[in-house]
């Protein structure tokens, strides 16, 4: 353990995007306590551009909202939305992939051809279609980018799984007379467990950016702020007030870099031999 | 020590000394290494694991790892010195001075290329003849080390050759430049016995021929009666003994030597202490599995029988020897009687139970009266558990409560000839030898009526080899323990095993006890076998002693 972090504190990029993500986590925390008012309130005339007015610092948009308002409470959305659907991915994917890995034949075959049917539709179609017919809502959207998302997670821990269903250690278990289930859980899956780690860092800058782009059109929560919503708000005026689809936009951009730094180091770290192999 | 075969040698290693880096277990990889290399010579440099006989000709070639740095020494081909050349100038002699064979002949060729392609390549690479010249050449090359039909030899791809094939193209290329010292890296370990052979008999013409010197390296003291001239012995980085093929193997002066020579198992077998009792623990009657792969839509699958038809029966407290060369099957009847793999028929019967018609939860219970142990032992064992969880794990998922599985944990390790602190250890705290008595550990702890050992002893050192057979055989007579040994090697066999079976494409083709198999062969392909068997023209230095 240690180890690791000495590998992942080597790389410089990777506590970058550490710091940023913290520094995201605590805002989207403390976001309550910052604006303690809804986001969605007019607070002043509308088109102040940043660093005009001291009470806006990002100025305003087309309703006199406050953009700074909007950026703090959106991050909670960005990021839960990230997270559960993320998540929500990887129940479906890591047993499906596991399953198929391990069991092989009929069971690999069935599971697989399900896999590419979900793969083989245009992923940000079918996540409208899903928002659109289940109405938009957190819920919603989480189910929609999961189920748009667990198929690279299946196929990855399927790959895995089979070369390591083959290791000497795994037959030993399966020989000795152990369940399955218990040979899968205690033999093969912690040992995928870190590309599954670095794969769930990724998904969630993937899942992000997906939220942002249903946002964007319109598909988003109408409860919640979410920065998709803000950047598909301001883009009518885009050319006069830049800003206000800028910042949102902005963020998002800072907050999937940190995210896929992390990745890398994650990736670094927990394949120390795959990178001595690159330099 | 100076050659006695040439004036001059071709290759003059001095002192060398190479740093192991910072926190390695020593901390020379290679210290006070000298020796030379004759015309028309070969020497063995022969060593176990770790003992730095890779390192020493890998120097030579000046293809160390960046982390070995060579700290003082000389090394001088032709009487020029190799030693601070640029890399420039050490591509400028490999090939063209040196010619080098590997271990691998699976991955030293390009796969997606031609063999003719590869070995006009060498021509190519150091600008040497025209085109049509280096192709004319190359089919010489392809005759002069004995591949049929050389011509259409040159079309081929590496994956059409078989791989004694493959090594004598990677002969072929490295003899292509004419270079006046060949080194030889464990250039026959990945091959069968009988091929094995043919190759060592290759190098032995080739060096006569072109007036080569040989740079040998291997852990085979088989392999180096065979073929050395003279035989140097590293260990621990240093030359312990070096002199002529006979003195070594035959007068050993070093204790380590005499050591090394004592572990090589004897082709003769031991006296057999008593008859066993009729009981069969196994019967195995008509086994059959055939692999088929589709090769595409429309076209009938290729169907090939890995096991033909075997059947025999083990006896209680017996050890059965199923041997045989790679693509024998002997290792695919060992999966189906472990049920790794499914067999497509025939019956395996344990006592009264035919394992064959049971499957899933069915099937796990039995399970537990058919263990194996398994040939790789950096392989077998979970990274991530401690020694105690994976030998307890199994009686446990047959309903051991736990504090009495860790119990026969800690007596079987000791069983096994390790410390009880071994138990809360993980795997990679240890050593091969120890690993695979682990492995050993494991498959006992479930009490099995029959054990299954595929290979069990084949990625160990001679000497390690030879403590886990000792190992093997005791745990045979405290226990009364039936075991099926599976090997490639007709020394460990002749060791261990009551009987032999003897696999050739899936079938049994002689099947009796050990001493009159070896002694009185009656198929041919036993005798093929046993004629093959390297370092058995003359009898081994202990089966001397024993007389």
Redesign the interface.
């Known amino acids: 353990m240690t180890a690791f972090l000495r590998r992942f504190a080597e790389n410089r990029g990777a506590l970058i995007g550490i710091a940023i993500l913290l520094v995201i986590v605590a805002v989207a925390v403390l976001a309550p306590l910052i604006y303690p008012t809804s986001p969605w309130r007019m607070v002043n005339r509308p088109f102040i551009a940043p660093f005009a007015l001291e009470r806006a610092p990002l100025g305003t948009d087309a309703l006199g909202r406050d953009i700074l308002a909007g950026l703090v409470h959106g991050s909670r959305v960005s990021l839960l939305i990230g997270l559960v659907s993320t998540l929500a991915a990887l129940l479906v994917g890591v047993p499906v992939g596991a399953a198929a890995g391990y069991f092989g034949g009929w069971v690999d075959n069935a599971l697989m051809r399900l896999t590419e049917f979900f793969q083989t539709i245009p992923s940000f179609a079918l996540a409208i279609v899903v928002v659109s017919l289940l109405q938009p809502s957190v819920a919603s959207i989480v189910l929609a980018i999961a189920i748009v998302s667990w198929p690279p997670v299946a196929r990855m821990v399927r790959g895995e799984v089979l070369s390591l269903r083959s290791?000497?250690?795994?037959?030993?278990?399966?020989?000795?007379?152990?369940?399955a289930a218990?040979v899968i859980l205690?033999?093969v899956l912690?040992?995928v467990a870190s590309p599954i780690i670095v794969l769930a860092s990724l998904m969630t800058a993937t899942a992000i950016l997906l939220e942002s782009s249903l946002s964007f059109l319109g598909l988003g929560d109408p409860n919640v702020m979410s920065w998709g919503y803000m950047v598909g708000a301001g883009r009518t005026r885009v050319l006069e007030q830049w800003w206000i689809s800028f910042i949102p936009g902005a963020a998002i951009f800072v907050t999937v870099l940190a995210l896929n730094l992390v990745g890398e180091g994650l990736n670094d770290a927990l394949n120390p031999t795959l990178k001595k192999g690159r330099l | 020590m100076t050659s006695p075969t040439a004036p001059m040698p071709i290759l003059c290693v001095r002192d060398l000394t190479i740093a192991l880096p910072d926190g390695a277990d020593r901390r020379h990889a290679v210290q006070d290494v000298s020796f030379d290399v004759g015309a028309r010579e070969v020497l063995c440099i022969v060593g176990e694991s770790g003992s730095g006989k890779s390192i020493t000709a890998h120097a030579v070639m000046g293809l160390l790892p960046r982390n070995l740095v060579t700290r003082s020494g000389a090394i001088a081909l032709a009487g020029r010195s190799l030693i601070s050349r640029s890399e420039e100038e050490m591509r400028a002699v490999r090939g063209r001075e040196i010619g080098m064979i590997f271990q691998e002949p699976m991955t030293s060729l390009n796969p997606v290329r031609r063999i003719g392609e590869q070995i006009t390549e060498v021509f190519k690479a150091h600008g040497a003849l025209t085109p049509p010249e280096r192709a004319e050449k190359a089919v010489a090359l392809l005759a002069e080390v004995g591949l049929p039909e050389p011509a259409q030899m040159m079309r081929a791809f590496p994956h059409q050759l078989s791989g004694g094939q493959r090594q004598r193209v990677m002969i072929a290329m490295a003899l292509a430049l004419e270079p006046r010292l060949l080194i030889a890296d464990e250039p026959t370990t990945a091959l069968d016995v009988t091929t094995q052979g043919q190759i060592l008999k290759l190098i032995e013409r080739l060096r006569r021929d072109r007036d080569m010197g040989v740079l040998f390296i291997t852990h085979d003291f088989g392999v180096v009666d065979d073929i050395a001239d003279r035989v140097a012995v590293m260990r621990h980085g240093q030359i312990v003994e070096m002199g002529s093929a006979a003195e070594v193997l035959r007068a050993p002066t070093h204790a380590y030597t005499k050591a090394l020579l004592a572990a090589v198992p004897s082709l003769t077998p031991p006296p057999v202490a008593a008859t066993l009792p009729d009981v069969p623990a196994l019967t195995v009657e008509n086994l059959q599995k055939t692999y088929v792969t589709s090769v595409g839509f429309f076209r009938p699958p290729r169907v090939v029988a890995a096991v033909a038809d075997v059947s025999f029966t083990l006896r209680r407290g017996e050890t059965l020897g199923i041997v045989g060369e790679s693509g024998s099957g002997k290792s695919t009847v060992g999966k189906c009687l472990?049920?790794?793999l499914e067999a497509n028929g025939g019956a395996i019967r344990l006592g009264d139970v035919d394992l064959m018609q049971l499957r899933g939860?069915r099937l796990?219970?039995?399970?537990?009266r058919?263990?194996?142990v398994?040939?790789?032992p950096y392989?077998?064992?979970?990274?991530?558990?401690t020694i105690g969880r994976?030998i307890a794990?199994?009686p446990m998922?047959?309903g051991v409560p736990a504090s009495a599985a860790h119990d026969k944990a800690r007596e079987l390790i000791q069983l096994v000839g390790l410390g009880p602190d071994a138990l809360n250890r993980y795997p990679h705290e240890f050593s091969g030898g120890q690993r695979q008595r682990i492995?050993i550990a494991?498959a006992l702890?479930?009490e099995p009526d029959v054990v299954v050992a595929d290979e069990a002893v084949s990625a160990l050192d001679v000497s390690v080899q030879a403590q886990i057979l000792l190992l093997l055989r005791d745990l045979k007579q405290r226990l009364a323990m039936s075991l099926i040994f599976i090997t490639h090697d007709l020394r460990v066999a002749a060791q261990i095993c009551d009987r032999i079976a003897v696999m050739q494409k899936g079938r049994i083709v002689e099947l009796g006890d050990t001493a009159k198999v070896f002694a009185d062969p009656q198929h041919a392909y036993t005798r093929e076998l046993l004629a093959a068997v390297p370092g058995r023209r003359q009898p081994s230095p202990r089966a001397l002693e024993g007389a």
């Open positions: 290791r000497e250690y795994v037959q030993a278990a399966i020989v000795t007379g152990q369940p218990k205690t033999e912690p040992n | 472990v049920r790794l939860s796990r219970p039995l399970r537990r058919i263990q194996m398994f040939q790789d392989a077998s064992l979970n990274p991530r558990k994976i794990d199994g998922a047959h492995g494991r702890a479930l």
